[in-house]
């Protein structure tokens, strides 16, 4: 198969999962916005998603933590065409490299 059409399809499925993965989190919110508001941990938590959640997002890429920080996205309610770019490049940036690194 084509480098350029497995890049599409692999990049779609991803992309499409962490928009999913963005709307989970932002449904979230609304079920537990009362529960972070009241406590601690919760506003500094929110304080610093919002403060550094862009910049979390270039992690975004990784294969563990990738997923709970593209949640945590939906949850502090980044603006969501600044979350597309940002992990939906470094998603695709992870294939090309994995491609021009491994297999060229």
């Known amino acids: 198969m084509p480098f350029i059409i497995a890049l599409f399809f692999a990049s779609t499925g991803n992309i499409l999962a962490i928009i999913v993965n963005y709307l989970l989190g932002y449904w979230l919110y609304d ?33 563990i933590i990738g997923d709970p920080l593209t949640i945590v996205a939906g949850l502090v309610r980044l603006k969501f065409i600044y979350f597309i770019l940002l992990a939906g490049f470094f998603r695709i940036a992870r294939y090309c490299f994995i491609y021009y690194f491994i297999f060229e």
């Open 31 to 63: 079920k537990t916005k009362t529960k972070l508001k009241k406590s601690k941990i919760g506003r500094i938590s929110i304080y610093y998603g919002h403060k550094y959640g862009y910049i979390a997002l270039l992690f975004s890429w990784l294969p």
